[in-house]
């Protein structure tokens, strides 16, 4: 559409205030005025609703979990740790209670590969399953690091 004051054709105008009437204005135009109803342009994509997030937010949280995660591990290190045969204390817990490698999987919620792997000492299991393992066998994986000798 044109310009209401100087005749330019202009996409998208601005509506400004002159002088009381609102005009739509060209760019060059719309500084004589006072801009009413900013158009949707205007507003930070951040602050509309309803739209996925932008990447900024996304880094955010990825960040913050990230820094969640490094402060746990710093917090567990200190305290307990894996004892060096703690594969053969699993194996030697689970057959006491006669369970199969598949029945202890079962009550972990884990697969009968990751016991195998387990009890063989090929995967250094997260916290959460170690401790789930010491609950369920009754025994114990780890110790002080000054138990350790
Ligand atoms: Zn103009």
Redesign the pocket.
Known sequence: ML??????D?AVPTMVKVEGTVLA??????RFGTAVNPPAGAVLPADRPGRPGGGTLDDRLRTESRRREERDLFQELPDLELVPDWPKRVRQAREKLGWTPEELGKRLNEKKSLVLKLESGGFRPPDATVRKVEHLLKVRLRANPGELG
């Open positions: 310009c209401e004051m100087c005749g330019k202009v204005l060209c760019g060059d135009c719309s």
